[in-house]
């Protein structure tokens, strides 16, 4: 052997390096492990489905949590529940993100002298709470969130045991006003339920159940029966009073922009004008002298200057509400809870009882529901009190985060750092944690056991999908930890065994094992009892509102249909789905009129100082036209230091504050009984003269007459097919229209326009497969169902494992979901906009001519996508679906170009490995491709569902049988805008709910003949007696 | 046909050509020696070369991400580039190949350095398919291989059209320079020393200047002229396809074709006058590259940019007349929407600036062909960005229309473009005669044939 000499050596070295470097190019090398024994319930590549209960909002959606192999990777609604039959909020769709989140607590903290974070033992925790509580006795207090029944118990008992002093479930959306309001008209303290299915009018003072208010699933799946177009009159009426063209206000048929703080003043008005046109008409009104006697001092006239409604539309109101089937009025939400909020949803429920509402869609019954053990916000402000006073000196917080919900003045931040050891019990960091002394981490609810009791009638089980992640303990099990560590005189009051044990023994009246298979147990809904009018309720006094501080602006805090009260901030398919109404993402932003704007001197962008007497919040500003010149409006939620995805990178590490947090400039009032005020706050406001970019998705709302989200009148839908192609035509472009409207600003709309709708383009799609396929996968949409909820848009990115791409990227509209709802009002005109990108919109106040139209990929039948791709990775296959081949794409996005609908989203960097933190990587869909760097992707009409029916369908020898499949928007959509089906079987629904549609049905640009697969239905302005739809 | 009043040689150029060692030695001489601001050019263009290098490597590893793309606007200031220095390769074919087949002979000038320019626009162009696609390291599965998966390409794609357009077109123009080269390359031969000596024996292919080589010579010119003709139509016209084949608003025209094609003819010519002016002021070769040549060169931009002129006019009326709303409004933001900057220095630069070649004087004004050159390339560079940009910004659905600002990386790139061109420019200048040797003695031959005013 030759004799290694330095050349030779160098040689080998570098031969060596070379391959080393040549071999590192390719991907490294990943084992697939099997079982060695497999657990007996997993099948790899077989989802397992349990029944759960969603623990997002008190609604108490039921779901079924998908899990593969372990993991929960999708939640959809539990069909079979009675509050959401199958579907699931954007919240609810999220929150499955929570297990995952990246910021978890690994186990129990301690908090060091120098104010660091230390690991600390369970059994030491426990010790320690048990030392601290037998040092300061009563002067330990609980304060949590709203809990299930079970929970709840436990923790009232764990009170005793302790000798705690106290426990406060505060919830920043307390609903004390209906709650409150219902014993002072009806003398039954408990939240009347409301029920929407059966109504024929609905009178909303300003609720927003659309978005945000108690229970929107269920909401927005009555409303949606309510309305269906074949029924009576074309469905329900829906008219809303508020200051701001909010989600609901879009979907309503009349909106009256009232002076905020008078909805009850209206409702009042209204309801006397109902009961005069009882009178003239000879209709029977119960307790009709008692009502008269309240409703004298609110004449219409009177009415009218206050509330600056129109007389005229206070009277016709009045008796198209007494001439209603089955009317109901809703109170306002949280954005319209003013000061004088109980007189103000007792006036609503006045006027329930005058239109005879009552028993037919409110239900007043004691139901003694979670909901109605939350206290009041007087009740929260005493315990800050006797913080601040130095009475608590240990609290023990739970599932409630007050340091970011609290008012601004409220001082509790302060009062906590007087609370000499706080314990958290959040599985993750938010404000109130980070001040806490001990973190005890709970279990998220997907790792937990528990119920949830949304009404009577109703009880849900939660059940665990997963093993814990991080060395959490439930809370349950928490508190009889700690409790043991007191010695056994305390423990013994408690019951023994372990939370699930107990949750075991409080439903032992039922079959157990059956009721955590269905999810629960879904009894009959109690029926409202007879109920009268309380006596009191003479000696309730209607006046208007007083508003804290000085400043030419009401401000309106709206809670945000997506984070809520701030909750939904650390997820990011909450931050990253646009705004439904706004369309802003991961962002704050404060909405004035363009008056207002004007008069400010303020663009969009403009960073606004918007000052109450209790601070200043500085954010840009949005100018729209669907808002009272008078109202300055900031959606809650935003504001967060503290959570990975709720906060913002600032110089480099996380804790920077995302947007701002409006809640903290808002005085700490209350209403006449105590519950929380929001609607409190004057302010002043001015432009600081800096400039910032607004994360908006969609920055023009004029379609421009484009056969996009198109509206027909119900009159043209009843002339039939005919007249609605004689209003196509009425409605084709003219240069007068278009001068005439640009002038108004407005846009067409109640002018009798007709709508540019256009028929269905006559063509037939089944040839848009092969002759040998039995399937041309379609969908039909119904933009009369669709509200713009936007679950679709979250349900659709984690089934898809879309990356959320955050606020950067969201300036430069990089946003990858596959399916977006495009915000149009009006059918448009032709307007030519000089200079730069300016976002305008068309709203004007009064019009609800607002459609919100789900844009997805069409799967088109001659898509322009296909030729032009140079390797045929996207290409029509077999079955009519354009299909996407991720490996065969280099990425020339000519497909993109070429898309008319402009569906498709590219992967401009490796999001799937730097957008996904571990561990949300377990939350991915192993059915999906994850896709990487540089390639196209978009909407499949989720292809694996499709697959994973047709293997069901195989094995049974049969063709997939329809609704066998649907993909996860469809799956999700609370009011089932979304139909999805075999467009060659003439018996599936997605056929018959288009062929159904009859004139209402169009395909989206269908004058490029690009043969979409997707048939939308028109949305019917309906509008009400005297306007016109 | 009248025969021409003027004499043949007066028409090839007015003034006589130098005698015949001479027309070597100072055609030669250019190669020669390298001065300090030779080095200086060649280092700014390495710089600007090594830069976007670093920036193409830096893309390739972080995402397209790093370029200014929004959606919807998926195709940038690459594709801009990229239909740009397509553009500019046209002179040198169109010089070489049609204006040979005319036998127009002032073509002899200045055709070397048009081809040279050809070659190296090409190359450059070429690279801007690869550094647009997201997944470089898959991009050969634009290539019809034969492959045991049994994939294919799309050949309805024009990207794929594309292709083979650019390939071709490239093989054709190489081709093209090396055989016009080989007689020079001859010369050049005899007289080098050293490692040039060698390059040149190789590259000479055993040229003697036998007349069988020469006429071998001539024949391939010839049929090369031949290929090369339909080329300089087919380019540009599959290039313009790229857009004309979409059904985006702006692009779906059937004026696409010959628009672009005059429009690459016309920034070809304006960028053989940015390069040749300073090359022959430089070099001092006022002797062989006449103001004659340059006013003829201003005749061919000043007729290019009228049917520009007349292309942008006719897409405006025919958007207006096609009563289609998406067209008229893409148009009309075209020319008031965001984009209004870039649409009118594009409209000035490439039409109403090049009118004034209607005065003679200006014709012959060398400053002024030399800025007004340089404008009508970012007149045309605008061109371009205006058809791509503006068109993808203001699509059919209003709700995702999306504007897009270039990023300092793509910026950088377009410099590198230069740079890569500049570089590989002044190398050709010094290894081999930018003007045609053998082409130029054989108008000196003509005219010592006819006397240098000479009479037939």
Known sequence: ?1029 | MTPPTQPVAGMIRPVPMPPDSQTNRDLLAVMKGTSAGYWFLLGLSLFFMHLAGGIWIWQVYKGLGIAGYAHPIFWGVYIVTFVFWVGIAHAGTLISAILFLFRAKWRNAINRGAEAMTVFAVLTAAQFLGIHVGRIWKSYFILPYPNQRGLWVNFKSPLLWDTFAISTYATISILFLFVGLIPDIAIARDRATGWKKVLYTVLALGWVGSSSQWKAHNRSVLHLSGLATPLVLSVHSVVSWDFAMALVPGWHTTIFAPYFVAGAIFSGFAMVLTLMIPVRRIFGLEAYITDYHFENMARFILLTSTICGYAYMSEYFISWYSGVEAEQTAFWLRAFGPYWISTWVMIIFNTVLPQLLWFKKLRVNVPFLFVLSVLINIGMWFERYVIIITALSREYNPAVWGEFIPSWPEMGILAGSFGFFCTFFLIFLKLFPVVAIAEMKEIAIHEKAHGAQGTH
Request: aromatic share 6%; hydrophobic share 40%.
């Open chain 1, 1 to 1029: 052997m030759p004799e290694i000499d330095r050349r030779n050596f160098l040689k080998l070295v570098g031969v060596s390096a070379g391959a080393a470097a040549a071999s590192g190019c390719s991907d490294p090398v990943q084992k697939l492990i099997p079982y060695v024994v497999q657990p007996e319930v997993i099948t790899p590549g077989i989802a397992v489905i349990y029944a759960s209960t969603c623990q997002e909002c008190p609604a108490g959606c039921g779901l079924h949590v998908r899990t593969r192999e372990g993991r929960p990777i999708k939640l959809e609604g539990n069909p079979d529940h009675p509050v959401n039959r199958g579907a699931l909020c954007a919240r609810g769709q999220a929150s499955i993100g929570r297990t995952y989140l990246p910021d978890r607590y690994p186990g129990p903290l301690k908090r060091q002298a120098d104010g660091g974070w230390a690991p600390i033992s369970w059994e030491d925790a426990y010790a320690l709470v048990a030392k601290k509580i037998a040092a300061v006795g009563d002067r330990t207090h609980v304060l949590g969130g709203s809990v299930g029944p079970t929970l709840s118990g436990l923790i009232d008992q764990w009170v005793a045991a302790v000798g705690a002093g106290g426990r406060t479930v505060y919830e920043p959306f307390d609903y004390t006003a209906l709650k409150e309001a219902s014993r002072s008209v009806f003398g039954i303290a408990s939240r009347p339920r409301f029920d929407l299915s059966q109504a024929d009018f609905v009178m909303d003072f300003g609720s927003d159940f659309l978005e945000s208010w108690t229970s929107p699933v269920e909401h927005g799946r009555q409303f949606a029966a309510a309305r269906r177009v074949d029924q009576e009159a074309g469905g329900a009426r829906l008219v809303y009073v508020g200051p701001r063209l909010t989600l609901t206000a879009g979907n309503s048929d009349e909106w009256l922009p009232a002076k905020p703080g008078t909805e009850g003043v209206l409702a009042l008005g209204i309801a006397r004008a109902a009961l005069d046109a009882a009178r003239d008409s000879g209709a029977e009104v119960p307790d009709a002298d008692q009502l008269r006697g309240i409703l004298s001092g609110f004449g219409e006239n009177a009415v009218s200057t206050i509330t600056e409604v129109p007389a005229a539309t206070i009277r016709r109101l009045g008796k198209a509400m007494l001439a209603a089937r089955q009317p109901v009025a809703l109170p306002p939400g949280v954005a319209l809870t003013s000061r004088r909020a109980t007189a103000t949803t007792a006036a609503v429920l006045i006027l329930n009882a005058v239109v005879g509402a009552i028993g037919k869609s409110v239900f007043v019954v004691p139901d003694g529901s979670a909901t109605d053990q939350v206290a009041s916000y007087r009740e929260v402000a005493q315990l800050v009190q006797r913080m601040k006073a130095g009475s608590v000196s240990l609290l023990l917080i739970h599932d409630t985060n007050p340091v970011y919900s609290m008012p601004g003045d409220s001082g509790f931040a302060e009062a906590l750092e007087k609370v000499d050891f706080v314990i958290s019990t959040a599985s993750g960091p938010d404000e109130t944690s980070e001040r806490a002394d001990l973190i005890l981490p709970d279990h998220t609810p997907m790792e937990s056991w528990g119920d949830h009791a949304p009404r009577p009638g109703v009880r849900s089980l939660i059940q665990p999908t997963i093993r814990p992640l991080h060395d959490s303990r439930a809370f349950g099990d928490t508190l009889i930890e700690s409790a043991r560590a007191m010695g056994d005189a305390t423990a013994a009051q408690l019951p023994s065994g372990s939370f699930r044990t107990i949750l075991e023994q409080a439903w032992s009246d039922t079959d157990f094992r059956a009721a955590l298979a269905a999810g629960g147990v879904f009894g009959k809904e109690a029926a409202s009892g007879a109920v009268t009018l309380a006596p009191g309720i003479s000696s309730l006094s209607f006046t208007e509102p007083r508003f804290e501080g000085d400043g030419s602006f009401v401000l309106l805090p709206v809670p945000s249909p997506l984070l809520s009260d701030g909750r939904g901030a650390n997820l990011p398919w909450l931050q990253e789905t646009p705004d439904p109404v706004m369309k802003v993402t991961w962002q704050s932003w404060a909405e004035i009129s363009h008056t207002a704007a004007e008069a400010l001197g303020a663009e969009y962008g403009d960073v606004l100082a918007v000052r109450t007497s209790v601070g200043v919040v500085e954010l840009p500003v949005v100018p729209r036209g669907g808002i009272r010149d008078d109202v300055i409006a900031i959606a809650i939620g935003q504001g967060h230091d503290v959570g990975f995805y709720a906060s913002r990178v600032e110089d480099g590490k996380l804790g920077g504050t995302r947007g701002v947090n409006v809640i903290s400039i808002l005085p700490a009032l209350t209403d006449e009984s105590g519950g929380r005020a929001w609607l409190t706050a004057r302010a002043a406001v001015r432009a600081t003269g800096a400039h910032r970019r607004v994360a908006k998705t969609q920055e023009f709302d004029n379609k421009r007459g484009r056969q996009l989200g198109e509206a027909v009148s119900l009159a043209a839908l009843a002339a039939g097919d005919e007249a609605a192609e004689a209003s196509n035509a009425a409605a084709a472009y003219s240069e007068e229209q278009a001068g005439a409207h640009a002038d108004e600003h407005g846009g067409a709309h109640g002018d009798g326009q007709g709508g540019s709708h256009e028929i269905r383009k006559p063509y037939d799609p089944t040839h848009d497969s092969t002759d040998e396929s039995p399937y041309r996968w379609g969908m039909t949409i119904d933009l009369d169902r669709c509200n713009g909820c936007s679950a679709c848009i979250v349900a659709c990115s984690i089934e898809n494992n879309v990356p959320t791409v955050g606020e950067e990227l969201v300036l430069l509209d990089r946003q990858m979901q596959w399916l977006r709802i495009e915000r149009y009002i009006g059918d448009g005109f032709q307007e030519l906009v000089t200079g730069r990108n300016a976002p305008t919109d068309h709203e004007v106040l009064g019009n609800t001519d607002v459609r919100h139209s789900p844009m997805l990929c069409q799967q088109c039948g001659a898509a322009p996508c296909e030729p032009v791709c140079p390797v045929f990775a996207t290409y029509h296959n077999p079955e009519g679906l354009n299909g996407m081949i991720y490996n065969r794409c280099i990425g020339t996005r000519y497909c993109s170009n070429n898309c008319p609908y402009k569906v498709r989203r590219y992967n401009w960097f490796d999001y799937a490995i730097e957008n996904v933190h571990e561990p949300m990587h377990l939350l991915l869909n192993p059915d999906v491709t994850v896709r990487g760097q540089g390639v196209m992707e978009k909407c499949t009409f989720c292809i694996q569902r499709i697959e994973g029916g047709r293997q069901i369908a195989k094995d049974g020898n049969r063709p997939i049988a329809d609704g066998e499949v649907t993909p996860a928007c469809a799956q999700t959509c609370p009011t089932q805008a979304i139909t999805f089906g075999n467009l060659k079987d003439d018996a599936s629904a997605a056929v018959k709910q288009a062929d159904a549609g009859g004139a209402r049905a169009y395909h989206a640009l269908h004058m490029l003949n690009t043969r979409p697969s997707i048939t939308y239905l028109a949305k019917v302005r309906r509008g009400t007696e005297g306007t016109e739809g």
